[in-house]
């Protein structure tokens, strides 16, 4: 399967292709300012890694939750995309690709930075989710005595994180191993995953489509 990966959730702004389901190449930047002017370069570049576009099975790409402005720019740029090579779309839950680099068998939290002093969370055993995301404060995060997993920029001393960085690369490895599950043709209604606080919705977005 050939596969262009996108991750744009947080300030990594990360693109990877792959082919025959085996990593071809990947694009990487970490200036969170700079996604609108790059991801669409960096999709540019890493397209190239195919002869003929038409050559590409499907775009798979991080839904988040995460940055609002990043999470509408890369799926409106996959759905453009993906209309125009009548290819599919893979989207990714960005929490259910971090938890797929997790060699924990037992029950655990992942988790990414929101807003403020908060944090979008996700419990899981091993690969399984056991609830929604949703979103908790880090005097929460204080109180959970299983290992948390995730990334932050945030000084969190308190809390012992198992730092796994989001990245394209995990999104294109998730993608190919439930492709059969998560695929969706180029005209099915995709959109990010956005919270409020402590609830987990999922907006109908039409400027994403």
């Known amino acids: 399967m050939n596969i262009v990966a996108i991750e744009s959730s947080t300030n990594i702004c990360s693109v990877s292709s ?6 071809l190449n990947v694009i990487e930047t970490k200036e969170a300012k700079l996604h609108t002017k790059v991801l669409p370069i960096m999709i540019k570049t890493i ?5 003929n576009y038409q050559d590409i099975d499907a775009f798979a790409v991080s839904i988040g939750p ?25 989207p990714i839950p960005t929490l259910e690709s971090l938890n797929f680099a997790i060699d924990d068998k ?25 609830d929604s995301p949703s979103i908790e404060s880090i005097e929460e995060l204080k109180k959970i005595k299983l290992k948390i997993y ?7 001393e308190e809390i012992h994180l198992h730092k796994i960085s989001p990245s394209s690369i995990l999104i294109g490895e ?9 695929s969706k043709q180029y005209d ?3 959109n990010p995953i956005y919270l409020s606080p402590n609830k987990y919705i999922k907006i109908n977005d039409s400027k994403s489509r």
């Open 188 to 190: 099915s209604e995709i």
């Open 106 to 130: 037992k029950e655990h939290y992942v988790i990414l930075d929101s807003f403020k002093d908060k944090f979008f969370i996700q419990k899981f055993n091993g690969e399984d989710a056991l």
């Open 18 to 23: 792959f082919k025959d389901n085996h990593l």
């Open 150 to 156: 995730g990334y932050s920029k945030k000084k969190i």
């Open 66 to 90: 995460g940055s609002f402005t990043s999470l509408r720019i890369s799926l409106s740029l996959v759905k453009g995309l993906a209309f125009g090579l009548r290819n599919n779309i893979i």
């Open 47 to 51: 397209m190239v890694d195919f002869s």
């Open 174 to 182: 998730y993608a190919i191993k439930n492709k059969i599950k998560l």
